[in-house]
């Protein structure tokens, strides 16, 4: 029997009600899916399958899924998962994503709900993210408003048929230095003469951290902190960093990244989220951000994601909702402090 995390994680000054019982995840909670049923989608996952997906939640060290058990009854009434993404902005930094929140509807207006939302807080908090957000939606907002988040962005996002006779798919390890196998790179996608598309490399930190520069804050990230970013990205095997390389000066022009996340729901699915799109100031106008946005949904189709999304300010709407996204749920954020050491001891390899 193994745990998720370890439960020391979990913090010591959110009370537990009597009754229950405070705990990670373990490889022998199957019992966790009927929970998930009461949530969305779940279908048919055996035994084998849900530990599988466990072992991959596990090696990413990204996944941190609460359970509230019931002590009478040994039974999981209650759950939630906090999501670990690794960044190369905010000095390597991490962000916080809460998903599939579920109290059992036997327990309903006990105030659980509320109960795992604290714990994660101070769960992320402890991790060290500077950002926690989460999508819920509009009757919901004042209920999370409670707990310090906002609405500041627009979360779109557009769905893939999915296929039930797929079974949970592997793609090819990525070869040399690549954070990623540049066979996923969709041969499809035109792409412009003078542009090379590739993955990021080790050796690209300087060109793609003074990109990333334009998109947002970065700070200082060394050589060694850089690297053992990229070696947790390329660790966890669910990050795919797209770089556009100008052919007459090997700079890099234009960078986004897909992240695709583990689930139990939809068949033990795959959902992906494209982020940090940016692309060098003195190419812009030349479509390089329809570009990577193209290769990147014809990636994640490839990866077999049942769902894609991103977030976007209020004008960029409209850009993304030509490529099939639709605004359908809230995107709530809060932020925090950022530690000062540059990679959490929590993510060392």
Not at 40 to 64: E, H, P
Not at 82 to 104: C, N, P, S, Y
Not at 210 to 216: A, D, H, P
Not at 292 to 318: F, H
Request: charged fraction near 30%.
């Amino acid at each position: 029997m193994a745990s998720l995390f370890d439960d020391l994680l979990l913090p010591t000054n959110v009370p537990i009600p009597d009754g229950f019982n405070l705990r990670a995840l373990r490889n022998d909670d199957f019992g966790y899916l009927e929970l998930l049923k009461q949530l969305t989608s779940v279908g048919f996952i055996n035994q084998l399958v849900f530990r599988k997906r466990f072992d991959a939640m596990k090696k990413a060290k990204s996944y941190y899924i609460v359970v509230l058990e019931e002590v009478q009854s040994s039974k999981i009434v209650g759950a939630a998962t906090l999501l670990i993404e690794f960044k190369f902005i905010h000095e390597a930094g991490t962000r916080g994503r809460i998903e599939d929140v579920v109290v059992d509807e036997r327990m309903r207006g006990k105030k659980l709900g509320g109960l795992l939302n604290q714990v994660l807080v101070e769960m992320a908090k402890t991790i060290g993210v500077y950002k926690l957000s989460l999508e819920c939606k509009t009757e919901l907002i004042p209920f999370y408003q409670k707990f310090g988040y906002q609405k500041n962005l627009h979360f779109l996002d557009q769905r893939f048929e999915e296929d039930s006779e797929t079974p949970v798919k592997q793609w090819p390890k990525p070869r040399g230095d690549a954070l990623f196998n540049e066979d996923l790179i969709p041969s499809s996608v035109k792409t412009p003469s003078e542009i090379r598309v590739r993955s990021l490399r080790p050796n690209h930190q300087d060109d793609y951290l003074k990109l990333l520069e334009q998109l947002t804050s970065v700070g200082f990230v060394s050589k060694h902190d850089f690297e053992q970013r990229f070696l947790s990205m390329k660790n966890a095997d669910t990050y795919f960093i797209v770089v556009l390389e100008d052919v007459t000066t090997s700079k890099i022009v234009g960078a986004a990244s897909l992240v695709v996340e583990f689930k139990y729901i939809h068949e033990c699915g795959l959902r992906g989220r494209i982020e940090d799109v940016v692309v060098d100031e003195a190419m812009r106008g030349k479509k390089l951000g329809v570009l990577l946005n193209k290769i990147l949904v014809e990636m994640a189709r490839e990866l077999g994601v049942y769902k894609l999304s991103l977030e976007c300010k209020t004008e960029l709407c409209p850009f993304y909702t030509k490529f099939g996204y639709k605004e359908n749920i809230n995107f709530m954020v809060q932020r925090f402090e950022e530690p000062t050491q540059s990679i959490n001891t929590f993510f060392e390899i």
